[in-house]
């Protein structure tokens, strides 16, 4: 079974940090890009990063970079994405996708991150 599970999201206050994971199975997780998006209330999902099949180039949105750190363990068959300097606007469900050409991208259930005093 094609599957992603996200876990880590929780309550942190401003300025703390998270590290979510995103664990595959059922598919050749080595050979997919891995992307992080997240999805605001009321606002479309967003891209936050990716991260190539063997690791070695990412890409960040703007409002991330310097603070969000995509990574990978194709032994472990997850990516992660830790989370520093949190702020409020990073608030959102998160979720993991999985997409390689001429295959059906694959998505996760999501986890919920709410940055908050």
């Known amino acids: 079974q094609v599957q992603l599970v996200e876990s880590g999201g929780g309550l942190v206050q401003p300025g703390g940090s998270l590290r979510l994971s995103c664990a595959a199975s059922?598919?050749?997780?080595?050979?997919?890009?891995m992307s992080w998006y997240r999805q605001a209330p009321g606002k479309e999902r967003e891209l936050v990063a990716d991260?190539?099949?063997?690791?070695?180039?990412?890409s960040y949105a703007d409002s991330v970079k310097g603070r969000f750190t995509i990574s990978r363990d194709n032994a472990k068959n997850t990516v992660y994405l830790q989370m520093n300097s949190l702020q409020p606007k990073d608030t959102a469900v998160y979720y993991c996708?999985?997409?390689?050409?001429?295959?059906?991208?694959?998505w996760g259930q999501g986890t919920q991150v709410t940055v908050s005093s």
């Open positions: 996708k999985a997409s390689r050409s001429w295959r059906n991208d694959v």
């Open positions: 059922g598919f050749t997780f080595s050979s997919y890009l």
């Open positions: 991260i190539f099949a063997t690791g070695g180039s990412t």
